[in-house]
């Protein structure tokens, strides 16, 4: 029996050395990670597969990490542009200008010969005709109300 537990432990670590050496064997020659083999009798079985195509080696990390903090410096370098002239906003020259110009139109305006006109008359409004005789009609109907009321 002695002999036969000997040669288990002997074939454990032979097939452990065996699995160790296809792992390094597939990472040089492929580049990418070992997949994982089944269980085994000597190691306990693996929590969740390797998935291809999802891996990358150390070095291939190291040059995504330095590119990316490259073109994030290059982001945080770049100027950012001016803030754009908003549209219509006067100067104050040209607030000025337009001030002397419209002084000068109100001088020329009052030397003409004064700055009012007469009103507009109002569209819609009564006349004093109309109203005279909305006042009569009107005059006429409360009459004939209290007339009709006394019966």
């Known amino acids: 029996m002695d002999t036969?537990?000997?040669?288990?432990?002997?074939?454990?670590s032979i097939r452990r050395?065996?699995?160790?050496?296809?792992?390094?064997?597939?990472?040089?020659?492929?580049?990418?990670?070992?997949?994982?083999?089944?269980?085994?009798?000597?190691?306990?079985?693996?929590?969740?597969?390797?998935?291809?195509?999802?891996y990358f080696s150390a070095t291939t990390r190291a040059k995504l990490s330095e590119a990316a903090k490259a073109r994030w410096a290059k982001q945080k370098t770049t100027a950012k542009p001016a803030p754009a002239k908003k549209k219509g906003a006067l100067t104050p020259a040209g607030r000025?200008?337009?001030s002397e110009l419209m002084r000068a139109r109100w001088a020329a305006r009052r030397k003409a010969g004064g700055t009012k006109t007469a009103p507009a008359p109002k569209k819609g409004g009564l006349t004093p005709a109309g109203r005279k005789r909305l006042s009569q009609l009107m005059k006429a109907r409360w009459a004939a109300r209290r007339k009709g009321g006394a019966k």
């Open 4 to 12: 036969s537990a000997e040669a288990l432990e002997e074939a454990i």
């Open 17 to 54: 050395q065996i699995d160790s050496l296809e792992k390094r064997l597939s990472s040089i020659l492929s580049g990418s990670a070992p997949r994982a083999t089944g269980p085994t009798q000597a190691g306990p079985r693996p929590t969740a597969p390797a998935q291809e195509g999802r």
């Open 96 to 98: 000025r200008r337009l």
